[in-house]
């Protein structure tokens, strides 16, 4: 049990494009799931808390309007990055919250700007 | 504030012997703490979580770890380590709805 999707695991894209990254708890409900960036050999950094129905929490530096998140039911959460540009290029990694506050991790997304 | 020491940036065992990952924490109420690892360009597996009750808790893949309240800490141990365990290790505190703060990580590295 709790397992978390990502899709896709890798996308490479040209500079200016927007990129569309989906969570998905696939055998448990999530109210609340989590953005993560994590640049090599260092650790996660949380950029927003995505809450099912309500807007989400940006952590301070993070642009909002840069990075759109939509949490549109209790299984799936959308990360957009807008107007990328080569210094997104990033591993993105999703997680969702179950019911006895632990996170669970999805697989990640390997991001690529050229 | 909170906040997550892992005092050991990178760790080398050789291959049947035992290990223990430090991991010392900052939390001003009860933590729920974690270890999680981390396969290379894979997400983060939960090993093991403490919320309360034995201080000892048991995980998955043969760790285990301990909490100690008057040390603040929540080391991760296994008495026998496999190549495959070769992985970077991250130990986390939160506290009910609260986000979570991770430690820097350790990277353990395995000898034949």
């Known amino acids: 049990g709790a397992v978390v999707s990502q899709h896709p695991s890798w996308v490479i894209c040209k500079s200016g494009t927007s990129v569309k990254i989906e969570c998905r708890s696939l055998?448990?409900?999530?109210?609340?799931m989590f953005w993560y960036r994590q640049f090599p050999k260092q650790s996660l950094m949380l950029m927003a808390t995505?809450?099912?129905?309500?807007?989400?929490?940006?952590e301070q530096g993070v642009e909002k309007d840069k990075f759109l998140i939509n949490h549109a039911s209790l299984t799936l959460s959308t990360l957009t990055v807008t107007s990328a540009h080569p210094e997104d290029s990033s591993f993105y990694i999703c997680?969702?919250?179950?019911?006895?506050?632990?996170?669970?991790f999805g697989p990640g997304t390997r991001l690529l700007v050229l | 504030a909170q906040s997550v020491t892992q005092p050991d940036i990178h760790i080398t065992v050789s291959e049947g012997a035992s290990l223990e990952l430090r991991c010392n924490y900052s939390?001003?109420?009860?933590?729920?703490l974690f270890w999680y690892v981390q396969s290379p360009g894979q997400g983060l597996q939960l090993l093991l979580k403490?919320?309360?009750?034995?201080?000892l808790v048991q995980g998955i893949k043969g760790f285990e770890a301990e909490f100690k309240r008057s040390q603040s800490s929540f080391n991760l141990r296994k008495p026998s380590v496999h190549w495959s365990d070769a992985a970077e290790y991250f130990c986390?505190?939160?506290?009910?709805?609260?986000?979570?703060?991770f430690g820097q990580g350790t990277r353990l590295t395995i000898n034949p």
């Open positions: 997680s969702a919250r179950d019911q006895t506050e632990t996170q669970y």
């Open positions: 055998d448990f409900q999530a109210t609340t």
């Open positions: 995505s809450n099912e129905g309500s807007k989400a929490t940006y």
């Open positions: 939390y001003g109420a009860t933590p729920y």
């Open positions: 403490y919320f309360s009750g034995d201080t």
């Open positions: 986390a505190v939160g506290g009910g709805a609260q986000k979570l703060v």
